[in-house]
T-cell receptor
């Protein structure tokens, strides 16, 4: 059974810092990995999708990497802003069947002005 | 057009009542997913539809949970005889992809329905 772990569970940083969120998964047989953002009381907003054959994806100040063999992904946020404050979720789409997706618990990020 | 929509956004039910939660996916999206997100947790997979076919319902926690997508578009998640442990946010997502073994399309999520069972 796929398990997804995110570290740290919570993170508080001053505005302007660069930061890294970590995601690890136990079964490396995945199709893709997706990073989401969730604001309180809201649904999930997709940030980046990395296919299993890719090693990284970039969008603006966000960069996500994937090391499938070791079961790890990182989300790098450059020059953090207070508007980045949210919970960041990592999700893997498992292979070997239908499109079951397994989520981590998330990292709650607070960027202090 | 619009993204994934869900209704109602909030639902309060007394224990034992039946509830029905609706999901309108993005037009043309083949795949539809339901997730349950308890407070402070990540979403947990409930069930998956490809068009009108329910191909995976392994995540449904009990036989009180039932989902359908009769015409391959709108989906309804029904919970019978609600219990307090059913209190959670129920998220719906849709994806363009067709073939599970070749598809790598991303999922688009709705805002969720927050169910509170008293």
């Amino acid at each position: 059974k796929q398990e997804v772990t995110q570290i740290p569970a919570a993170l508080s940083v001053p505005e302007g810092e660069n930061l890294v969120l970590n995601c690890s998964f136990t079964d490396s047989a995945i199709y893709n990995l997706q990073w989401f953002r969730q604001d309180p009381g809201k649904g999930l907003t997709s940030l980046l999708l990395i296919q299993s054959s890719q090693r990284e994806q970039t969008s603006g100040r966000l960069n996500a990497s994937l090391d499938k063999s070791s079961g790890r992904s990182t989300l790098y946020i450059a020059a953090s802003q207070p508007g980045d404050s949210a919970t960041y979720l990592c999700a893997v789409r498992n292979s070997g069947g239908y499109q079951k997706v397994t989520f981590g618990i998330g990292t709650k990020l607070q960027v202090i002005p | 057009g619009a993204g994934v929509s869900q209704s109602p956004r909030y639902k309060v039910a007394k224990r034992g009542q039946d509830v029905a939660l609706r999901c309108d996916p993005i037009s043309g999206h083949v795949s539809l997913f339901w997730y349950q997100q308890a407070l402070g947790q990540g979403p947990e997979f409930l069930t998956y539809f490809q068009n009108e076919a329910q191909l995976d319902k392994s995540g449904l926690p009990s036989d009180r949970f039932f989902a359908e997508r009769p015409e391959g578009s709108v989906s309804t998640l029904k919970i019978q005889r609600t219990q307090q442990e059913d209190s959670a946010v129920y998220l719906c997502a849709s994806s363009l992809g067709r073939l599970a073994w070749a598809d790598s399309y991303e999922q688009y999520f709705g805002p969720g329905t927050r169910l509170t069972v008293t």
